[in-house]
């Protein structure tokens, strides 16, 4: 089993969906940089500067890339001490990011321990399926306004997303799967990355 799963797609994706089913069968930590910004915001006794970076997130914009290395590095290393694997869920934006997570994985010796994955849907679907999860009862505070949503699609859409899939690719470690699948088809051809021994 790879001891570390990088999911990459774009709002709507199913990110989170296939986090939770791995995490359910084999107990990955969880990493979700959307998740622990939004812990961030209600932590009162946090460091102001990393609070104030947070503004970038309501308008549906990326966060600086610091406070995204400051707490997801945090967290993997919290992770391995429990001799965990982890999933890190959207915490690959900018190519600037790609660039760094990899360049921690070579540093800790891993790269033959993780298992990159693009849940590829088209932009088209984004709007949809942000709206669909909302209605769900399972939407981000922001996913309801406009503006916000399409900040997240100029951001975060494909178009955004593909030179680190370029990069990925070109490190010939990237698996592609078409998110508009069913779920547990999804799910299966993730596993195959998963389960890979090299
Ligand atoms: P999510 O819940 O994953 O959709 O993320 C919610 C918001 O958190 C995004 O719209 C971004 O503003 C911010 N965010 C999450 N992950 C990142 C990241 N890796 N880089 C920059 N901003 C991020």
């Given amino acids: ?36 910004l939004r812990k961030l915001e209600k932590d009162m006794h946090a460091d102001p500067v990393e609070r104030q970076q947070l503004q970038d997130m309501k308008s549906g914009k990326l966060v600086a890339d610091e406070l995204i290395y400051t707490l997801a590095f945090r967290a993997l290393d919290a992770c391995f001490t429990k001799e965990g694997g982890a999933i890190l869920d959207g915490a690959v934006r900018t190519l600037a990011q790609a660039e760094r997570f990899y360049t921690y994985f070579v540093e800790h010796n891993m790269l033959n321990e993780i298992c990159v994955v693009e849940l590829y849907i088209p932009d088209e679907s984004i709007s949809q399926r942000i709206r669909a999860r909302v209605a769900d009862g399972e939407g981000r505070p922001d996913d309801v306004r406009p503006e916000v949503i399409q900040n997240r699609i100029a951001q975060q859409g ?35 990355c998963v389960k890979k021994d090299t």
């Fill in 1 to 36: 089993m790879k001891k570390v799963v990088i999911l990459i797609g774009v709002p709507g994706s199913g990110k989170g969906t296939q986090a939770q089913k791995l995490i359910q069968e084999y107990g990955y930590c969880h990493i979700s940089t959307g998740d622990l």
């Fill in 158 to 192: 494909n178009m955004a997303i593909a030179p680190i899939v370029s990069f990925f690719k070109e490190k010939d470690i990237l698996l592609r799967i078409d998110g508009t699948q069913d779920i547990e088809v999804v799910y299966n051809k993730l596993l195959e």
